[in-house]
C-alpha cells in the first residue's frame, strides 16, 4: 500500500477538526434554542369565588300551653266563695246545685278519675272520683282580709292498701300541717275527710304548699270561703 503523502495528512486533519468544531457549534445552538423555546407553564386560572350557602332557617319553637291561670280579684267586687274541683275542665254541680269551677291553680303534678268508685260518707260522691296528684302549690287571688279554707282529701287509689302508705305534709298561709294520712284520718279508703283552715290574706292570694314523705301528696278539691 501506498503511503499517504503529508500534505494530504495535514488537510485531514484540519477537515476533521473543522468538521467536530462544526458539529459541536451545531449542537451547542441546537440546546439553546430549547432552552429559550421551553416556555413556563401558563398559571392556571383562579377558581371562582364560591358563593356562601345560607344555613336554612331553624324552625320556630313550639309554645308550650301554660297553666290555667285563676283571674285577679276585683277590689270593687266583694270576694265570692270560691269552689275548684280538681281533675276537671268543665264547671261541676253538686248535689245542692252548687257550682265548682274546673281544676286551676295548681302547681306541677298530674290529674286522673277514677268513675267507677262508690264513695262513702258524703251527698257528693262526684267530687271525689277526680283528684290533681304530685303537686308542689296551689295559688289563688284574692282580696286581702280573712278566710275559711277548706281542703278535701279522699283515698283512692288502688294501690294504697293500708295506713302509712301515703303520708304528705302541706301548708296554708304559713300554717304547717304535717304527715297527713289520708286513710288514717278518714278512717279508711273511699270515705271524704276535710281540712279547715282559717287563715288571713296580706298580699292577694291564698298559697298552699305541699311535700311529699310517703307517695304523692293528692287533692279532691278546695273551697275559700269569705269571713267576716
Known amino acids: 500500500m501506498n503511503p499517504t503523502p503529508k500534505s494530504n495528512l495535514k488537510v485531514m ?35 371562582p369565588a364560591q358563593t356562601p350557602v345560607a344555613a336554612a332557617p331553624a324552625a320556630p319553637a313550639t309554645p308550650v300551653a301554660a297553666a290555667p291561670t285563676p283571674a285577679p280579684a276585683d277590689p270593687t267586687k266583694p270576694q265570692p266563695i270560691v269552689r275548684i274541683k280538681a281533675g276537671v275542665t268543665e264547671p261541676f254541680t253538686d248535689s245542692k246545685g252548687i257550682s265548682w269551677l274546673p281544676e286551676q291553680g295548681f302547681v306541677d303534678g298530674e290529674t286522673t278519675d277514677r ?22 302549690e296551689f295559688n ?11 281542703l278535701h282529701f279522699c283515698e283512692t287509689y288502688e294501690g294504697i292498701t293500708g295506713p302509712g ?26 270515705r271524704p275527710y276535710v281540712e279547715s283552715v282559717p287563715v288571713v290574706v296580706t298580699d292577694g292570694k291564698v298559697h298552699i304548699t305541699f311535700t311529699p314523705n310517703v307517695e304523692n301528696p293528692q287533692i279532691n278539691a278546695i273551697e275559700i270561703i269569705p269571713q267576716p
Open 140 to 150: 289563688h287571688p284574692v282580696l286581702n282580709g280573712k278566710y275559711l279554707v277548706k
Open 13 to 47: 486533519r484540519k477537515t476533521t477538526l473543522s468538521g467536530t468544531g462544526v458539529l459541536c457549534s451545531a449542537l451547542t445552538a441546537l440546546l439553546l434554542t430549547g432552552c429559550q423555546s421551553t416556555q413556563a407553564p401558563a398559571p392556571s386560572s383562579p377558581l
Open 165 to 190: 302508705q301515703r303520708v304528705f305534709s302541706f301548708n296554708v298561709q304559713g300554717q304547717e300541717f304535717k304527715d297527713l294520712d289520708i286513710w288514717v284520718k278518714a278512717g279508711g279508703p273511699l
Open 115 to 136: 268513675p267507677d268508685l262508690k264513695i262513702e260518707n258524703t251527698d257528693d260522691p262526684s267530687l271525689y272520683l277526680t283528684e290533681h296528684y304530685s303537686m308542689t
